[in-house]
């Protein structure tokens, strides 16, 4: 279960590097690749929840992968509460979002490895 979150976050991050490209341009961000990057993001990490929660032992870098995530997603609150305001998010919340989730999704793919 842990490889198809991997799989999930890849398609979140697709998503993601599209909302980037389009704040950093100063364009308006789609809501729609919005809503799909935030779901695919929430469905990863429930995935990630359940293995780490489950019964059976899990890697050490697992939970770690885990909480980064939860981070990145708290971020990514953060960020769409200005995307629900109209009002542009500040750039350096948008860069350390990305790089708390690309650290997230690297410790998970290195839990699976």
């Known amino acids: ?11 979140a991050a697709v998503g ?3 909302l980037a490209a389009a704040h950093f341009r100063g364009q308006s961000l789609p809501m729609p690749v919005s809503l799909a990057h935030g779901a695919a993001g929430a469905t990863g990490l429930v995935l990630l929840g359940l293995v780490v929660f489950g019964s059976e032992p899990v890697p050490a870098r697992l939970p770690l992968s885990a909480l980064l995530l939860v981070v990145a997603a708290l971020g990514g609150f953060f960020l769409f509460s200005f ?3 109209a009002k542009r998010a500040p750039s350096p919340a948008v860069v350390i979002h ?3 989730a690309v650290a997230g999704v690297v410790t998970l793919l290195l839990a699976i490895l």
């Not at 279960?1 to 398609?11: S, Y």
């Open 1 to 11: 279960m842990a490889t198809i979150a991997l799989f999930v976050f890849a398609g």
């Open 98 to 100: 990305a790089l708390v």
């Open 16 to 18: 993601g590097l599209i």
């Open 83 to 85: 995307h629900l305001r």
